[in-house]
């Protein structure tokens, strides 16, 4: 009796610690930076978020949807509804593809101009994690000036 309940006590606990809310990942900054198309009627902006999973197990990230700013102004508003695998313990990227007003990109170039190339961009919002069958909800929140070449 006294076996079976420790073992019971000991499952218990580790379910109960299995099944904690997962880190957000530590935000590494961009990647392969470009421009894809740039006019005066629409700019499209690509670039790979890097990020590092300091949690000690895998998860698949499901949904994210978060808001860009260059420069404290909205940059667009991103929804991405597919499934990255997200290994644990390592890095991983995020593609981003935004469709960007080039009157927003032509204030943000005077702003870069006087602040030596660089630009602050900031990342808010929240994404969907999923772990085995247990779904999250976790924030993020990234702020970084990124200095351009």
């Known amino acids: 009796m006294k076996i079976t309940f420790c073992a019971l006590a000991i499952s218990g606990i580790l379910f109960i610690s299995s099944c904690t809310q997962p880190m957000a990942p530590e935000y590494l900054g961009f990647r392969d930076l470009n421009f894809e198309t740039f006019s005066m009627d629409e700019s499209l902006l690509h ?22 700013y260059l420069n404290d102004v909205q940059a ?20 981003l593809n935004l469709r960007l007003n080039p009157r927003l990109l032509l204030g943000s170039a005077i702003q870069m101009l006087m602040n030596n190339n660089q630009v602050k961009i900031r990342i808010e919002g929240n994404v969907r994690v999923k772990r085995g069958s247990m779904g999250f909800t976790v924030p993020v929140h990234y702020e970084e000036i990124e200095r351009l070449n």
């Open 76 to 95: 667009n508003h991103y929804v991405m509804d597919s499934t990255i695998n997200i290994p644990k313990k390592d890095s991983f990227l995020v593609p």
């Open 47 to 68: 670039a790979d978020l890097a990020f590092y999973n300091s949690n000690p197990f895998s998860m698949q990230l499901k949904r994210a949807d978060i808001n860009v």
